[in-house]
């Protein structure tokens, strides 16, 4: 996978440097490895499952060169890391039996929420699928606008309502409206209040209820808009948002700009949710869908 030049120099090179003259793996070696993943924002406990996987090695093999342990990492994360459901979303072939495929997309402000609606707009509809919006983010002056721009770069309708309006309505009218032009794919905006726990939860409870009236199991995606660079503050938006609702994806944004990519690995085994997209630039075609061989190529290689 491309646009990962910056996570994966800072990975490789700070592992390589704690192998510098050393022929096998000790506590020293482990000691730095675990400091280079722990600042590559892996994560502490992520990051800890993996040095007792490798001690683990250690104490079998009794002896394993730090060549090996490269090797030996690669597979441990790969592990670590879920892969997404076989031929999707990468293919888009969703299920469209029961269309349309609803995704709501949630996520507090500045993540990158309404790109990444852009560009999976754009990639929906490059795989040759008919893409509307609902702009349900009511409640930040500018987000209707925002996605207005993206609708219009992308080339999909856009369904609103403006600025105060119920975002639950703003749902229901989008999602009704792609049934009955036959549409096959949604993405609904949501507001991300974070500070306000309880208006969220009924918020997203009450859009979610909506949707999965007109069309039955919908919304079949809740998709989870996390900024990798702020790492941490990533992982803590993750949780927070599991407690509300039930996420079934993540799209990590801004990959391209952090050497601490190691947060694709953290949160995907800490949440038990996959990572599904990562985006890694600010234009339309800057997202990719996520794939777990792929990515621990691109680190690794
Ligand atoms: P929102 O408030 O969550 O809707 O965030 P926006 O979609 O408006 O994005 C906030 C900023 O992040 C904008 O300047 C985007 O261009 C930028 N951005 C979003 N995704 C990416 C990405 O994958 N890489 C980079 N470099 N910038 C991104």
Do not use: C
């Amino acid at each position: 996978q491309e646009g990962l030049e910056k996570t994966r120099s800072g990975f490789l090179d700070k592992i390589s440097k704690t192998l510098v003259g050393k022929d096998k793996v000790d506590d020293e070696v482990l000691d730095d490895l675990e400091e280079v993943l722990i600042t590559s924002d892996v994560g502490v406990k992520t990051t800890l499952e993996v040095i007792r996987r490798i001690e683990e090695r250690v104490a079998r093999d009794k002896y394993v060169s730090s060549s090996e342990l490269q090797n030996i990492l690669r597979e441990e994360i790969t592990d670590l890391l879920i892969e997404n459901e076989p031929g999707r979303p990468a293919e888009f072939d969703a299920d469209l039996s029961n269309k349309p495929h609803v995704i709501m997309v949630v996520g507090v402000n500045g993540v990158g929420k309404t790109t990444t609606i852009g560009k999976l707009s754009h990639m929906y509809k490059e795989a040759g699928k008919n893409v509307m919006l609902g702009a349900g983010d009511t409640f930040r002056a500018g987000a209707v606008e925002q996605l207005k721009i993206w609708s219009e770069r992308a080339g999909v309708t856009l369904i609103q309502q403006g600025q105060g309006a119920d975002p639950a309505a703003v749902a229901f009218d989008t999602v009704a409206s792609a049934k009955s032009k036959g549409a096959d794919v949604v993405l609904v905006d949501t507001a991300g209040r974070l500070h306000n726990r309880k208006a969220l939860m009924s918020e997203l409870g009450k859009i979610k209820r909506v949707m999965g009236k007109v069309v039955e199991g919908a919304p079949h995606e809740v998709l989870l808009v996390l900024d990798a660079s702020t790492g941490q503050n990533a992982m803590q938006q993750a949780k927070a948002f599991t407690e509300v609702v039930d996420v079934t994806g993540l799209a990590l944004t801004k990959l391209d700009g952090t050497a601490k990519g190691g947060i694709v690995i953290g949160i995907s085994h800490e949440m038990s949710v996959p990572v599904k997209y990562i985006g890694v630039g600010e234009k339309i075609e800057d997202l990719q869908v996520f794939e777990r061989a792929g990515f621990v190529n691109a680190l690794f290689s």
